[in-house]
């Protein structure tokens, strides 16, 4: 049985490869070891994947943002090997799983849209480069993070179409201090402000919307995957929520610049399952 984790701030993925080639999956709250405790991850486990286990794990693929550094990836490493006392573990950065479940083992640009955003350049077994994502202050560009500040930003400034506002100001009625609170002293300003994507997505006829979330992608490709010297004879990939539900916008913008976009999944877990399958005879 092999082990798939595909873990995020806020969803935790598992699929479960049984030795007879059928797939589960299960679900749970997100773990960033930057910003919580392994408690919460064991918490996790415990609840949610453990109950599922019902035969030997013998490989754990864990994909997560947050495993940059050498102490992060040994928090998690040390969890998962307490209840998988008989299985390799292998630890790798979230951006990695996605070039992985997009690109397979071909070579590619791999990207990652949601309330944030990265990408890299990947030869088929390894990431090659990576233009640096700076989060959602500095950088970001095309996230939903990015796109949802843009938007209440012109939203308290009065710099959008007035019958939107007024429809925003009905679904939302915040005023600009609870905004900027929200924003400056509550924990997860970043997918406080990705959260009016679903707003955005459902006015996106609206001229406002559309030239917002087509600038956003726009300034994505010419600030990340323009710097990749092979983006014009490789295919580029994405996954994540943002590139999904907006993937008509971004396939145009790819197109308006010359760049092949291939595949746009929501989530990279169902093709991280189909990477690893090759992994049971192994």
Not at 36 to 65: C, H, M, R, W
Not at 252 to 277: C, R, W
Request: with cysteine; glycine share 8%.
């Amino acid at each position: 049985m092999i082990l798939i984790a595909d873990s995020g701030g806020s969803k935790l993925d598992w699929r479960i490869l049984h030795s007879d080639g059928r797939i589960d999956q299960v679900n749970g709250p997100g773990f960033n070891p930057y910003y919580q405790p392994a408690s919460d991850l064991q918490k996790s486990l415990e609840e949610n994947l453990l109950p599922q286990i019902l035969e030997p794990v013998t490989k754990v693929f864990f994909y997560g943002a947050g495993v940059s550094s050498p102490d992060n990836q040994k928090i998690v490493e040390q969890v998962l090997v307490k209840y998988f006392k008989q299985a390799s573990v292998e630890i790798n950065l979230d951006l990695l799983g996605a070039a992985r479940s997009l690109c397979g083992d071909e070579e590619g640009i791999a990207c990652i849209l949601g309330t944030g955003s990265n990408s890299c350049s990947y030869d088929g077994r390894t990431i090659t480069k990576n233009v640096a994502s700076l989060g959602w202050i500095l950088g970001d560009e095309g996230s939903g993070a990015y796109m949802g500040k843009r938007f209440i930003k012109d939203y308290i400034r009065k710099e959008m179409p007035e019958r939107l506002a007024e429809q925003f100001k009905a679904r939302f009625p915040l005023n600009r201090e609870e905004i900027l609170s929200k924003v400056y002293q509550h924990d997860k300003p970043a997918a406080f402000l990705g959260s009016f994507t679903k707003f955005i997505f459902q006015h996106l006829k609206d001229p406002y919307c559309y030239q917002l979330v087509y600038s956003g992608f726009k300034e994505f490709f010419e600030k990340n995957i323009m710097q990749y010297d092979n983006h014009k004879n490789v295919k580029v990939h994405f996954t994540g929520g943002v590139a999904f539900y907006f993937s008509n916008v971004l396939r145009q913008v790819a197109n308006d610049m010359g760049i092949s976009v291939k595949n746009i999944a929501e989530t990279p877990i169902a093709g991280l399952a189909l990477f690893h399958k090759k992994d049971l005879n192994n």
